[in-house]
């Protein structure tokens, strides 16, 4: 892959901007080891190799496709845990979340289709 000599590529761009996102810092390790699992964010897309997901609080996060699960797909909620680098630790999908959301969003989606 080439790229401008000049430029980092996005890839090397991407993690710097997900551990600030999550407030994460490579400056700073943490006091305590952190829980099995650091995050919840929802898988919104996949775009090439990189999966676009979002926290409760909205916060955009990209991560490669390959530190996801094989069998995550968009809609799914995922608890992640990142090391102190920022690389992926341990992904999982969390399946009862994740069937709780759906079901939420199909009630709604009813109501708004019914009237109600």
Known sequence: MSHHPNRFPL????PLVTLAALGLSLASPQAEPPSAFDHVL?????????????SELDTCV????EDLPALAREGD???????????????????VETRIALERNRSLLQRLISGD
């Open 11 to 14: 890839y090397a761009i991407f």
């Open 42 to 54: 929802v898988l919104d897309r996949i775009e090439g190799d990189w999966a676009v997901l979002y």
């Open 62 to 65: 990209h991560l490669p496709v």
């Open 77 to 95: 909620i995922l608890r992640i845990a990142f090391d102190e680098e920022g690389k992926v630790r341990t992904a999982e999908i969390d399946w």
